[in-house]
């Protein structure tokens, strides 16, 4: 399923498929927004999603064999709820 699915089912409640497609993309900038900002995402039913950032690693070039520390990074994490499923 994509952006543009959501969209087109949305498209059914809303006047056009342009303001279908409008709402989504504010829902999911709202999402990246509150990610970026630290705070916890929660669907009730569906899931969480939150950020977070791993630890600095001991690394190599595969090239040179030299060896390096690899920066930490920011992942988002998803848990999906108990009743996902049912």
């Known amino acids: 399923m994509t952006k543009n699915d959501i969209a087109i089912m949305l498209t059914?409640?809303?006047?056009s498929k342009k303001?279908?497609?409008?709402?989504?993309?504010?829902?999911f900038k709202e999402i990246s927004?509150?990610?970026?900002?630290?705070?916890?995402?929660?669907?009730?039913?569906f899931g969480?999603?939150?950020m977070f950032e791993t630890k600095t690693k001991k690394g190599r070039n595969p090239k040179t064999g030299e060896k390096l520390l690899i920066a930490p990074i920011k992942k988002i994490r998803f848990k999906q709820s108990k009743d996902f499923f049912k």
């Open 19 to 27: 303001e279908a497609a409008s709402v989504v993309d504010r829902i």
């Open 33 to 45: 927004d509150a990610l970026k900002n630290g705070e916890k995402v929660v669907v009730t039913g």
């Open 12 to 15: 059914k409640m809303l006047s």
């Open 48 to 50: 969480s999603f939150n």
